[in-house]
């Protein structure tokens, strides 16, 4: 287990949708060991606990990470406070990764909502090779599809609404990317539901499956234990800890 | 650079900054920032006679100024803390305090006799979990089961017996006096405060537990306070711990009686915490012309 922890500049700051923002911070040692799936944790000003975010990008070239995020209480509220060029405490990367195939595998990624996120880091390793199927529930909360198309991923892009892309869930377009081909692995981030139908299809049609869950945090890094998951070891239920045992596991050790 | 030596029922620490159970593990994840031989000790994860999984999850809640956690003592089991861990932590050059948290006064007893011929330095008797059905606090909140149960482990152990305090009484001091006459060589306190939050939205409970044990700054003049009463009213020494951050709050919280730090919640927020207070504190040390750290140790002047 290698983390670092330090101040680190944010380089871009977009808002992608509403109440969802862009971040990418100059962090070349947090890039140099970063993998697809892994999180780094968040230090907001005023708050106790760090917030963990799924890692969207590396860019080791540039020494960069780049990590997207939803306001979803007070503290990342305050997170989307922060601008460009001012500086943010981060541990990072921390967790377990992603398998990552050799590139000329085909690779389903799903993502669901702001489980879409770390999808892109994963993808870009399979290019054409991968296909991108990502939900939101409107237009309006579509984010990272160009990310996907841009870098050749095959896009089945799904509204619950039908306001953008087909309408539908994530599901229904993975059981038809399913059944038109050979499929290596299914790889997948998203709400609770999501995932239970993702991993009953990747079952069904016998491909290894990897998923990223969440769960509050408190250290990051296995510590404290207080994001417990349930999992199976030898037959047995055992509780398991998001920060360090995952946030991704293989699908036949987690109980949804 | 002072001296930072702080001596606690016969065990030396090179410095007075340990890590609190259940804050830190093992120490294991956090070596690849500083070595662990910077830090005075390392009080172990709390450790049952066999593992067990604890409460489901949330086990985490955020509040002002502090954290609730409902964890209930995860763990592997004694076995696997003294054939797994215990192996690591006697490399690190650190004093190890095992942190014993049975479920029975005969599960105590028998963690500690097996603890009795390894390596470990000192007994924590944990007798104030909140957040465990069966033991737990229920040992810690009245005089006579805090007294049962020290005295039980005291026979079993010849190892240094610190026994860690519940917050959540009427009188902190006598349950301290009680462990004192029980044989007990030093107390630790305070142990997290009963609390609870809900979602307005849901109407549920944010902790799966519905409560948990309440740590982090919020709690600090709670745990001020203590230390200095229990401090005033037993002749062993009291490790002091409750929301502990920064190098001046270990000054302030030994100012008040305690003989040495522990430090929880705060490593969440910064792992470096430890070593910053470590050297925070010997900077103040000589910056007050004050050669010795045991020289502040109770030296408030209260009105």
Redesign the interface.
Known sequence: MEYVQGEYRVVSKKNLAKNVFDFTIDAKNIADLALAGQFVHIKVDGFMLRRPISICEVDKENGTIRFVFEIRGEGTEKLSQVNKGDNLDVMGPLGKGFTILPEDKKAVVVGGGIGVPPMVEVAKNYGENATAIIGFRSANAVILDEDFKNMGANLMLCTDDGTMGRKGFVTEALKERLEQGKVDIIQACGPHMMLKGVVALANEYGVPCEVSLEERMGCGVGACLVCACKTVKDGKEYLSHVCKDGPVFKAEDVIL | MADLRVNIAGVEFKNPIIPAS????FG???E??YPLSKLGGISC?GTTLNGQ???????????P???L?S?GL?NAGIDHFIEKELPYLEKQDIVVIANVAGHTVEDCVEIARRLENTSTHMIELNISCPNVKQGGAAFGTSCQAAEEITKAVRKATTKPLMVKLSPNVTSITDIAKAVESAGADAVSLINTLLGMRIDINTRRP?LKNNVGGLS??AVFPVAVRMVWQVANSVNIPVVGMGGVSTYKDAVEMMLAGASAIQIG?A??????TPVKVIDGMNEFLDNNNIEKVTDIIGKVQPW
């Open positions: 259940g804050a830190y593990g294991r994840e956090y690849c920032l994860k999984n604890g409460n489901p999850a949330p086990r985490v809640a955020e509040t100024s502090g954290m956690n964890v995860q944010i982090g700054p919640a490593i969440f927020a910064d792992p470096f």
